[in-house]
């Protein structure tokens, strides 16, 4: 499998028609920058319809969680026709629980778009018109205020979006906190009136888990592409022989993405004098360039293994109860655990790992490439006159520091569960916890490529006149238009945040690939 995803910048508005046909880049493009969202009309039918049985239901006093019965343990209660629409608001209020640090602009916009993802699939029972105000918050970027802290996968932060979209919760506004009220009323809108089913429909399921997840992985595959960019650099840095490279070598494990990686680093080398000089110069380098394809690779695998599954987890219903029409048109609400993050979980809690094993390969280049006893004759810390100057010493030090986070952040999350709702719901994904760190993982993952590629161009301008190859050489002239070589000691942190945000905004990789041709994974 082959991941191969558009530019998100680009698409203006979307569409949404089948919700099961949104891929990655739709999501980011809603998400990151901000295209609009509108709704066909056969998403609108089959919304409305679904809706029907709901109230079908209600009407019949047919017993069904959540609608005709209390949350959780509290199932055992039956609660009365009139009573149907309190119920909705008081879940939403008795579970805005969560605390801490609220979620970023983006997250809170992944937890919208994914809501209308999830409740858009027609078995919900959601009204058109709850979907269509969530809907035009994005649309008018009205980020709700929810913190983000004290999830075991869904209820908690959920519910805090919820009360900005029915009046009584808040929307962030130039970093503040506002009334969500007064938000709404500047953008022409009414808040949500709350009727069956509906709070529950945005508490329940795995829509921030698999929101906080997509973000993940969206970012973890440019960062894996970046890590391909920032080993070639590195293969030039420290004279590397591309001899370990040789298709013949890796076409014998049976790893497609190792191969893919091998190919990847010979294409952006090509046309190398560097690589071409110091090819026949050494029996054999380091492992930490010997076995970069093989240790890429198997990030590549993580990485994409989780993209298969938490895009699966995208296209599914992950409600419960949910509503299906019948033969005899009746409908039927079927009580279920899909609401459960284990999937989205484990494959997260993948991508924080393949983070730290693509982290250890980049540090430990950064510390070869420093280290005078290993970087094969460049000076200590890549400056003149060291002593007088530390040259590029703490960069490591930030890397090494920022990669002990990662590990850290690694230790799967979702092997653990603490049961809640006095035994009702025993056991607990964790998976919220897993889709967060996964997303904090990866960016200090590029934080540690940026300074890779930062270290990479300053020895490599200690190797001339010997040229780079034409696509590394591109990539060398275009950073060096912001961040010079360094000849002395100066404050580093702009140049580290700049390349930061060439890494993650996939600038340096579409700057390559006009060159190779696409970075596989």
Do not use: W
Request: proline share 3%; net charge negative.
């Amino acid at each position: 499998m082959k991941i191969q995803l558009k530019n998100p910048a680009v698409l203006q508005e979307l569409v949404l028609n089948d919700c099961k046909n949104i891929g990655l880049d739709d999501f980011m493009a809603v998400v990151r920058f901000h295209a609009k969202v509108t709704f066909s009309e056969e998403f609108c039918e089959k919304v409305r319809a679904n809706r029907r049985l709901i109230e079908r239901f209600l009407d019949e006093g047919r017993i069904i969680y959540g609608v005709t019965t209390g949350f959780g343990e509290n199932v055992r209660y039956t609660i009365k026709q009139e009573d149907a629409k309190t119920l909705q608001k008081n879940i939403v209020r008795s579970h805005s629980c969560a605390v801490g640090t609220p979620l970023t602009e983006e997250q809170a916009r992944a937890v919208m778009f994914m809501t209308i993802i999830n409740l858009g699939h027609g078995h919900s029972g959601i009204r058109l018109e709850t979907l269509e105000l969530i809907r035009d918050f994005l649309n008018n970027n009205l980020v709700p205020f929810a913190p983000g802290e004290g999830s075991v996968g869904y209820l908690g932060v959920e519910a805090h979006l919820v009360m900005a979209y029915i009046g009584e919760g808040h929307v962030l506004k130039n970093g503040k906190k506002i009334p969500s009220l007064d938000a709404m009323a500047e953008k022409g809108l009414s808040p949500a009136e709350l009727e069956c089913k509906e709070g529950l429909s945005m508490l329940n399921g795995t829509i921030t888990v698999t929101a906080l997840a997509l973000l993940a992985s969206y970012d973890s595959i440019i960062s894996m592409k970046n890590l391909e960019i920032a080993g070639a650099l590195c293969f030039e840095a420290l004279h590397g022989t591309t001899k370990a490279l040789d298709s013949r070598i890796h076409n014998n494990k049976q790893h497609e993405e190792q191969r893919a990686s091998a190919d990847n680093l010979l294409r952006l080398l090509e046309g190398s004098e560097i690589s071409e000089a110091y090819r026949d110069s050494k029996v054999q380098d380091a492992y930490v360039m010997r076995g970069m394809p093989h240790i890429h690779g198997a990030a590549f695998r993580l990485v994409k293994e989780a993209y298969e599954v938490i895009i699966n987890e995208m296209h599914s219903v992950s409600d419960n109860p949910e509503i299906f029409e019948t033969e005899d048109g009746r409908g039927e609400a079927l009580m279920c655990g899909n609401f459960d993050g284990s999937f989205v979980g484990t494959h997260a809690d993948m991508i924080s790992m393949a983070a730290a094993i693509a982290g250890n390969q980049a540090e430990r280049s950064i510390d070869r490439m420093v280290n005078r006893n290993l970087n094969d004759g460049l000076p200590a810390f890549l400056v003149a006159n060291p002593g007088l100057n530390n040259g590029f010493m703490i960069p490591q030090y930030t890397a090494a520091g920022l990669q002990n986070e990662i590990k850290l952040l690694a230790v799967p999350a979702s092997i653990d569960s603490i049961p809640t709702c006095a035994g009702q719901e025993d056991p607990v994904s964790m998976a919220y916890n897993a889709s967060k760190r996964a997303g904090e993982a990866v960016r200090k993952l590029q934080y540690i490529i940026a300074i890779d590629i930062m270290v990479s161009l300053q020895a490599i301008d200690m190797l001339k006149p010997l040229r780079q190859g034409k696509a590394t050489a591109k990539l060398h002239d275009f950073i060096r238009e912001k961040v010079a070589f360094a000849d002395q000691d100066r404050f580093f942190y702009p140049d580290i945040e700049y390349i930061y945000t060439l890494v993650k905004d996939g600038t340096l990789i579409q700057l390559i690939e006009e060159e190779t041709g696409a970075i596989n994974l």
